[in-house]
C-alpha cells in the first residue's frame, strides 16, 4: 500500500488549497480514507474522514471550509480548503483504514493503518 499526496503549499489567510492523495496498492474502493494534520508541538489531529459511499465527516475546526472527496475510479482522495486561517498551518498526512466506514476511531484518534508521507500547508497571516 501507498499513499502520495500532493498540493501543499504556502498561502495567505483566506485563500484556498487543494490536497491530493493517490494510493497504490489495494482496493481503494473499499477502504475508508481521511487527512490527518500536525503542527509543529502539537498533537496530531483528524482533519476529515470519507467512507466507502463518499459520506464524510469533519472536525469541528474545519466544518464549512473543508471538503473531502474520492474519486475511486482514479484511486485518489482530495481536500478542499478553503478560508484558510493561519491556525491551519501543519503538516497534512492522507490515510487510509481497511474498512467500508472510518468509524470515530478514525476522525478523533488517527486509527489507520496506512499513512502518506504528508505535504506542508503554510498559511500567513
Known amino acids: 500500500v501507498q499513499l502520495v499526496e500532493s498540493g501543499g503549499g504556502s498561502v495567505q489567510a483566506g485563500g484556498s488549497l487543494r490536497l491530493s492523495c493517490a494510493a497504490f496498492g489495494y482496493t481503494y474502493s473499499s477502504y475508508c480514507m481521511g487527512w490527518v494534520r500536525q503542527a509543529p508541538g502539537k498533537e496530531r489531529e483528524g482533519v476529515a474522514t470519507?467512507?466507502?459511499?463518499?459520506?464524510?465527516s469533519y472536525a469541528d475546526s474545519v466544518k464549512g471550509r473543508f471538503t473531502i472527496s474520492r474519486d475511486n475510479a482514479k484511486n485518489t482522495e482530495y481536500l478542499q480548503m478553503d478560508n484558510l486561517l493561519p491556525e491551519d498551518t501543519a503538516m497534512y498526512y492522507c490515510?487510509?483504514?481497511?474498512?467500508?466506514?472510518?468509524?470515530?476511531?478514525?476522525?478523533?484518534?488517527?486509527?489507520?493503518?496506512?499513512w502518506g508521507q504528508g505535504t506542508q500547508v503554510t498559511v500567513s497571516s
Open positions: 490515510a487510509a483504514r481497511p474498512l467500508f466506514r472510518c468509524g470515530s476511531g478514525a476522525l478523533f484518534r488517527g486509527e489507520y493503518n496506512y
Open positions: 470519507i467512507n466507502s459511499d463518499g459520506s464524510a
